[in-house]
């Protein structure tokens, strides 16, 4: 997979798991994607403060990434 085919892929789960993000009153960005292993994103709004974050970014945009992108081994929240 090239470069643009994992930022395609990674942009793609984003929109996946973005109405979910929104509906609570957050959304995310994609900051950068380093190596090809390692996505950087931001989230925003409601996600700010929120006390689940962490889980959410793990088992939610961690995992829906993986789905589309296999190689990426880890996704760091920057906020």
């Known amino acids: 997979m090239t470069s643009e085919?994992?930022?395609l892929n990674?942009?793609?789960a984003l929109e996946e798991i973005r109405p979910f993000l929104q509906s609570d009153g957050g959304?995310?960005?994609l900051i950068s994607i380093d190596n090809d292993t390692s996505v950087k994103v931001k989230l925003e709004g409601a996600?700010?403060?929120?006390?689940?974050?962490?889980?959410?970014?793990k088992s939610g945009v961690e995992?829906?990434?993986?789905?589309?992108?296999?190689q990426i081994e880890e996704v760091i929240n920057i906020g």
Do not use: A, F
């Open 27 to 29: 959304d995310i960005s």
């Open 10 to 12: 990674v942009e793609k």
């Open 47 to 57: 996600c700010v403060g929120c006390s689940v974050n962490q889980m959410t970014l």
């Open 5 to 7: 085919e994992v930022k």
């Open 63 to 70: 995992m829906t990434i993986k789905k589309y992108v296999p």
